[in-house]
């Protein structure tokens, strides 16, 4: 558990999720899907059943190359932060970066503390060797902080997503540690 100051300074707790957050992490998608064109959800699009996703985060808390984040204040969720991995030998040694932060607390330095919080823990995990994420093509804000942490673009997905009755084309980054 760490605590970081936004630029609002707002105090804000980041801590792993556990089993119990179960539900509160399904509602936070389900909003925080109405309020960004760069999810690969709208809202209410994140339907998931909470003991089976409850048992999902125990999953990923017993495995050793991923990882979720949450970010709350006073014990509500304002941004997501994971390393999803596969657990076959061949590709274990990538994981799959997401973050989601609420409308609300963009723009005040969450990203880039997840950011930081997420590669300095796949460097010393001891099996991530690679991050890799995909984002649109129009999400150039997030595009530029991955490109402060090192990502490079490694190729594009055309007309991956059909966001209000157009294609839009989905860019996917790496991290080599």
């Not at 792993?16 to 389900?30: H, K, L, Q, T």
């Not at 990203?111 to 997420?118: F, I, S």
Request: hydrophobic residues 40%; negative net charge.
């Amino acid at each position: 558990m760490r605590n970081v100051m936004l630029k609002n300074n707002h105090r804000v707790e980041i801590r792993e999720a556990v089993s119990d957050d179960a539900g509160n992490i399904i509602d936070f998608y389900n909003v925080v899907g109405g309020e960004s064109d760069f999810l690969s959800f709208g809202a209410g699009e994140f339907k998931r059943e909470i003991e089976d996703y409850s048992d999902y985060i125990v999953s990923v808390e017993n495995e050793p190359n991923s990882i979720m984040l949450l970010a709350t204040i006073d014990s509500v969720i304002i941004a997501i932060a994971t390393i999803n991995s596969s657990q076959k030998e061949r590709t274990k040694h990538v994981g799959t970066l997401g973050i989601v932060v609420s409308k609300k607390y963009a723009g005040l330095g969450l990203g880039k503390a997840l950011m930081n919080e997420l590669i300095e823990w796949a460097r010393q995990n001891g099996i991530t060797r690679k991050i890799s994420l995909v984002t649109n093509e129009h999400n150039t804000k997030a595009i530029d902080l991955y490109k402060k942490f090192g990502f490079e673009e490694e190729g594009l997905l055309k007309q991956d997503n059909f966001i209000y009755g157009t294609y839009q084309n989905t860019v996917m980054m790496g991290l080599i540690l």
